[in-house]
């Protein structure tokens, strides 16, 4: 009689234990979270985790409209590697039909998405962090800034952060990126004429809240000049947000992520960062 009450109790009990804590290292490919072509995501998840493991919700550069998710996969994996559950999102690119706010509304279905995932693979339901690089830094920030989502932080490496100043403008005109950035806004621009409030719209500084945010910028960035970054931190640390700067010194547009030495900082950086904010 006690063996057979041993066994009800072990039969009952695994399943509790089980939604507690999962193995098995697992990557969910190709994921579709909404009906567009790009409107997929890859669900990384770690050797060992728990329903309190970070969750990253991870967006890749690209000036909104070129490249996709295998721009950041090597990232994602090596946060993966960190012990994190990394969800690696694609998402569309900006038209004559598609802006920023359609962008936006990806990565909220993106993320309503992964919410419903985490109740089959027993993972964190709420409280994710953002990250990005380039373009995709821009969505993280601007995204987390302006949803209602629960985010926990944000990480963003070499992101453009104003994009309503005639400075940050003529620097875009010189790298032809200016009608990327018009069709994000969905409005023109003209040289000399009033900026639309659309470009404001569409600038992480415009819509700061309390959620702390880690910065990475090259010094010698010549596609968004690391002038966006310093300007967003002093921002927050006026606002008395949580905020860090780290200046990526002698790196370019790619922060340094393509050198081992400067790309580990990185990663040791994000998860400290992540850890004293989750």
Known sequence: MKIVFILLINVFLLPILDA???????????????PEKQNTLDLFLPDSYSETTPVIVLLHGGAWMMGG????????????????????????YVSTTVHGSDLLMDIDKAFTFIQQKSK????????Y?????????????????????????ITALCPPTRLDDEETLTALQKSSLIKNVELLANASYTPGDKISASFTAVSPYAHVKAIPTLLFHGDKDTVVPDSQSKFLYQL????????KFVPMEGKGHDCGMNQPDSEKKVLDEIVKWIIEFN
């Not at 090597?74 to 998402?91: E, Q």
Request: hydrophobic fraction near 35%; glycine fraction near 8%; charged fraction near 20%.
């Open 20 to 34: 507690k804590a999962q193995s098995g290292q697992k990557d969910l490919l190709h994921l579709q979270y909404a």
């Open 69 to 92: 998710n295998e721009y950041t996969n090597k990232t994602a994996k090596d946060l993966r590697k960190r012990g994190f559950i990394v969800a690696n999102v694609d998402y569309r």
């Open 129 to 153: 962090h953002m990250a990005g690089i380039s373009a995709g830094a821009h969505l993280a920030l601007l995204y987390g800034y302006t949803s209602h989502k629960n985010i926990k932080s």
């Open 236 to 243: 927050l640390t006026q606002k008395k947000i949580a905020a």
């Open 120 to 127: 089959e693979y027993h993972f964190k339901h709420n409280g």
